[in-house]
C-alpha cells in the first residue's frame, strides 16, 4: 500500500478488510475477523459463517454511506473506518439504518480507527476500537487458523498490519516540546546554523590532514589512508589501516572532535589482543576505551592536540606514531617476513574477518 501511495486511504483500507471479514473468502482464516470484534465489544456469539453478505460504502435512507455493513445469519455489523479524517460522520443517521436491518437480529455497531477513541453520546452507539488493539487480539488468535491460512494472503495481511501501524507513528510533538521550539525560533535556526558551519569546518580539518601526510615513505609495511565523518555527532575521523601479513591488519585512527584531537587503534584484521600486543611492543601506551572494547586509546606522551591545533604539528604528530607503530623492535626487524615470525606463536583461528566498504565505523 505504502509502494501504491495509498496508506492512508480509508475505502483502500475498507476494501482489505472487507476480504478478511468474508469468512468463505480464500485467506483461509474464516470467521476470525468478526470473531475478534465481538470479543473487542465485549459480546459472547458464535458467529454463523454460512451465508455472509458484506456491502462496501452503503447508502442510508438519507443519502449517507457507512464504509462496511455485514450480515450473517444470526447478527449484523456496521463499521465506520477511520484513518485520519475527524469524527463529522452522521453517527445518528448510521445508527437508526442499522437498527432498521436488524430483523430481530443482534447489532453491532463499531468505530474502528487509527487513533484511540473515547466513547461518547456523540458515537450514538458505535463502539470505539483502535487499529492497534483490534490487531493485537488478530495475532493473538491467529494460531488457531494455522492449518487452514493460505498464502500469500498471510503475507499481504501482515503487510497491511505493518502499514496501519506506521501510520500509527506519532507525528505531534508534546505542547512543552513544541512551545519550545515555537518561543525560540531565531535560536534555533540560528543554533542549526552555527552547527552546519561548524562541521564544515571540521571536515576541512579532516580532509587537509588526509592531503598532507603521505604514508607512502613512512614503512616497508603497505599502509592505506581515508577519511569517515560520522551522520549524528561531531566526530571525524582520519583512518590508516596497516598491512602486517595476510591475516593481521591494525588500523590507526585519528578522532576530531570540538574537545581535540586524539588517537585510537582498533583491529582490521585479526583480533584486539594482537594489537594489544604489537603496540606494547613498540612501547605505546594504551588503555581500552570506555565506549568499545575493541578500540584501543592511546594515553603515551602527546597524546591530543587542541582543536586548533596548527596542520603541520597535526602532520608530524600522525606521521610520528605511524613510524613508531610499524617500527622494529629489539627482536624483530624491520623486515616484514622476520618481523612476523614471532607472532606466529598466536592462535591464528581468528583471522580473515572481512573488510567492510567503508574501512572506519564506530563499531570496527
Same mark, same amino acid.
Given at each position: 500500500?505504502?509502494?501504491a501511495g ?9 476494501n ?8 468463505s ?9 468478526l470473531d475478534?470484534?465481538?470479543t ?20 442510508t435512507?438519507? &443519502?449517507k454511506?457507512?464504509?462496511l455493513?455485514?450480515? $450473517?445469519?444470526?447478527c449484523?455489523f ?7 479524517a ?6 445518528p443517521?448510521y445508527s437508526r439504518?442499522?437498527?432498521?436491518? $436488524?430483523? &430481530?437480529h ?6 474502528l *480507527?487509527l487513533?484511540?477513541?473515547?466513547q461518547?453520546?456523540?458515537l450514538?452507539?458505535?463502539y470505539?476500537?483502535?487499529?492497534e488493539?483490534?490487531?493485537?487480539k488478530?495475532?493473538?488468535n491467529?494460531? *488457531?487458523?494455522?492449518? /487452514?491460512?493460505h498464502?500469500?494472503h ?17 507525528t505531534?510533538?508534546?505542547r ?5 521550539f515555537?518561543?525560540n525560533?531565531q535560536n534555533?535556526t540560528d543554533?542549526?546554523g552555527?552547527i552546519d558551519?561548524?562541521?564544515k569546518n571540521?571536515?576541512m580539518?579532516t580532509?587537509?590532514l588526509?592531503?598532507?601526510v603521505?604514508?607512502?615513505d613512512?614503512?616497508?609495511?603497505? %599502509? *592505506?589512508?581515508?577519511?569517515?565523518k ?10 590508516y589501516?596497516?598491512e602486517?601479513?595476510d ?6 585512527n ?8 586524539? %588517537?585510537v587503534?582498533?583491529?582490521k584484521k585479526g583480533t ?7 603496540l ?8 581500552t $576505551?570506555?565506549?568499545? /572494547?575493541d578500540?584501543?586509546?592511546y594515553?603515551?606522551k602527546d597524546?591530543?592536540?587542541?582543536y586548533e +591545533? ?10 610520528d606514531?605511524?613510524e613508531?607503530? /610499524?617500527? +622494529?623492535?629489539a627482536?624483530?626487524?624491520t623486515?616484514i ?7 606466529? $606463536? ?5 583471522h580473515?574477518?572481512p573488510?567492510s ?5 564506530p563499531?570496527?
Amino acid at each position: 500500500m505504502e509502494i501504491a501511495g495509498y496508506p492512508h486511504f480509508e475505502n483502500v483500507c475498507s476494501n482489505i478488510l472487507s476480504f478478511y471479514l468474508q469468512p468463505s473468502n480464500e485467506h483461509g482464516l474464516g470467521t476470525l475477523f468478526l470473531d475478534v470484534l465481538v470479543t473487542l465489544i465485549g459480546e459472547k456469539i458464535e458467529i454463523d459463517g454460512q451465508g455472509v453478505e458484506i456491502r462496501r460504502e452503503e447508502l442510508t435512507g438519507n &443519502g449517507k454511506r457507512i464504509d462496511l455493513v455485514i450480515e $450473517s445469519n444470526n447478527c449484523i455489523f456496521g463499521i465506520e473506518n477511520k484513518i485520519f479524517a475527524g469524527l463529522y460522520n452522521d453517527f445518528p443517521e448510521y445508527s437508526r439504518h442499522l437498527d432498521s436491518l $436488524s430483523k &430481530g437480529h443482534k447489532v453491532y455497531k463499531i468505530l474502528l *480507527s487509527l487513533r484511540s477513541v473515547q466513547q461518547s453520546p456523540q458515537l450514538c452507539g458505535f463502539y470505539p476500537i483502535s487499529y492497534e488493539v483490534f490487531f493485537q487480539k488478530v495475532l493473538m488468535n491467529i494460531g *488457531s487458523c494455522f492449518l /487452514t491460512a493460505h498464502e500469500p494472503h498471510m503475507i499481504f495481511l501482515r503487510d497491511f498490519m505493518q502499514t496501519i501501524q506506521n501510520l500509527q507513528q506519532p507525528t505531534m510533538l508534546d505542547r512543552q516540546r513544541l512551545e519550545y521550539f515555537r518561543d525560540n525560533q531565531q535560536n534555533i535556526t540560528d543554533l542549526i546554523g552555527e552547527i552546519d558551519r561548524f562541521r564544515k569546518n571540521m571536515w576541512m580539518k579532516t580532509q587537509k590532514l588526509k592531503e598532507i601526510v603521505d604514508v607512502r615513505d613512512v614503512s616497508s609495511f603497505n %599502509i *592505506s589512508p581515508g577519511v569517515w565523518k560520522s551522520p549524528k555527532d561531531f566526530t571525524n575521523v582520519n583512518w590508516y589501516i596497516v598491512e602486517i601479513d595476510d591475516y593481521f591488519w591494525l588500523q590507526l585512527n585519528i578522532f576530531l572532535t570540538p574537545a581535540g584531537w586524539t %588517537i585510537v587503534f582498533s583491529n582490521k584484521k585479526g583480533t584486539i589482543d594482537r594489537v594489544r600486543q604489537w603496540l606494547k611492543d613498540r612501547d605505546i601506551e594504551v588503555e581500552t $576505551s570506555v565506549e568499545s /572494547t575493541d578500540w584501543l586509546v592511546y594515553t603515551g606522551k602527546d597524546n591530543n592536540h587542541p582543536y586548533e +591545533a596548527e596542520i603541520e604539528d597535526l602532520r608530524m604528530w600522525t606521521i610520528d606514531m605511524l613510524e613508531r607503530l /610499524t617500527a +622494529a623492535t629489539a627482536d624483530r626487524p624491520t623486515d616484514i617476513n622476520t618481523s612476523l615470525l614471532s607472532l606466529n $606463536s598466536v592462535d591464528r583461528s581468528n583471522h580473515a574477518i572481512p573488510l567492510s566498504s567503508q574501512p572506519f565505523s564506530p563499531s570496527n
